[in-house]
């Protein structure tokens, strides 16, 4: 009897360990860092489809110029617009450090790569994402500069500062004409 119980208990075990990585595997993929990790890769390898596939319905978005917090992009034909941006614009975004969890909130540093950055003066920018899951898929993604980094506080100052204005016209000679009176002191 005791030998029974003894083959029955090894028998559940190994039944039990044969079942448990699969649990796991499930339950480690609806993990929400890892969600918001595979969102990241997809998006950086430009997969539109795959992108939108990892978004719910009511997805949220705020991060860059044409999605703001008082105009944030909502739903997945605004994501698909803002990703027409994110591929022109060779955006590239890589998570420094580990990413935070709390229940379904992902808070996350980031560093981003993008042409726009680099035409003023910026190699790269760090981001502050703040990301809810929701069944297994990203509902909002919300970033914001971490003026704290040298370089991004730099950007954001140029930026406020708008586009660099041309010298006024005058009339008669116009710019050339401008530029040699102020040399002319």
């Given amino acids: 009897m005791r030998l029974r119980n003894g083959l029955l208990s ?7 360990l044969a079942v448990l990585p699969a ?3 499930v339950a480690a993929a609806d993990d929400p860092a890892t969600v918001v990790r595979r969102f990241i890769e997809v998006r950086n390898r430009y997969d ?3 992108t939108l596939a990892l978004i719910t319905d ?3 978005l705020v991060a860059g110029p044409q999605c703001t917090p008082a105009t944030p992009c909502v739903g997945v034909a605004a994501q698909r617009a803002e990703l027409k941006n994110y591929i022109a614009d060779h ?3 890589t998570i420094v450090g580990t990413p935070q969890v709390s229940g379904t909130t992902v808070r996350l540093r980031q560093e981003g ?3 726009p950055f680099r035409a003023a003066g910026a190699e790269r920018l760090i981001l502050l994402g703040t990301v809810e ?3 297994g898929k990203v509902a909002s993604y919300i970033d914001t500069p971490d003026l704290g980094d040298a370089q991004t506080a730099q950007f954001f100052a ?3 500062q708008g586009p660099p204005t041309a010298p006024p016209r005058t009339g008669g000679g116009g710019e050339a004409s401008f530029i040699h009176r102020l040399g002319d002191g």
Avoid: C, H, I, K
């Avoid at 090894?10 to 039990?16: D, E, S, W």
């Fill in 10 to 16: 090894v028998l559940m075990l190994t039944m039990l």
């Fill in 133 to 135: 899951v929701r069944d």
């Fill in 23 to 25: 649990s796991l595997a």
């Fill in 113 to 115: 790569r993008a042409d």
């Fill in 48 to 50: 539109v489809e795959g």
């Fill in 91 to 93: 955006v590239q975004v």
């Fill in 58 to 60: 009511d997805f949220r």
């Fill in 158 to 160: 140029r930026v406020a």
